[in-house]
């Protein structure tokens, strides 16, 4: 059984930083493309990044380009997200999820295991 546990989501001031983790297990991770998602309250979820399998191919939504880095450790089973130069605007929560299919990593019927998800909040 695939389960996706999300971490390190909290309080964070405008221009801070945060990491968050994503522990998967029931898989063998190196096979699955992952993903990050966020949902604001009122708002659709929407893409932020993904990464492909051995970590060859990277992709991000326009308004984190600099600012956030997606990355894995296949020997882990964690997938992260740097969030750095934090903003009002990345206030959401977040979520991790798998696909084991390959096509657009940026759209969420992609993927189809998902982590409850962690908060980040960002304000002063």
């Known amino acids: 059984q695939v389960q996706l546990v999300e971490s390190g989501g909290g309080l964070a001031q405008p221009g801070g930083s945060l990491r968050l983790s994503c522990e998967a297990s029931?898989?063998?991770?190196?096979?699955?493309?992952m993903g990050w998602f966020r949902q604001a309250p009122g708002k659709e979820r929407e893409f932020v990044a993904a990464?492909?399998?051995?970590?060859?191919?990277?992709y991000y939504t326009d308004s984190v380009k600099g600012r956030f880095a997606i990355s894995r450790d296949n020997a882990k089973n964690t997938v992260y997200l740097q969030m750095n130069g934090l903003s009002p605007e990345d206030t959401a929560v977040y979520y991790c999820?798998?696909?084991?299919?390959?096509?657009?990593?940026?759209?969420?019927?992609?993927?189809?295991?998902w982590g409850q998800g962690t908060q980040v909040t960002v304000s002063s």
């Open positions: 999820a798998a696909t084991f299919r390959f096509g657009d990593y940026v759209s969420p019927n992609l993927y189809d295991w």
């Open positions: 990464i492909s399998r051995n970590g060859g191919r990277i």
């Open positions: 029931g898989m063998t991770f190196s096979n699955f493309g």
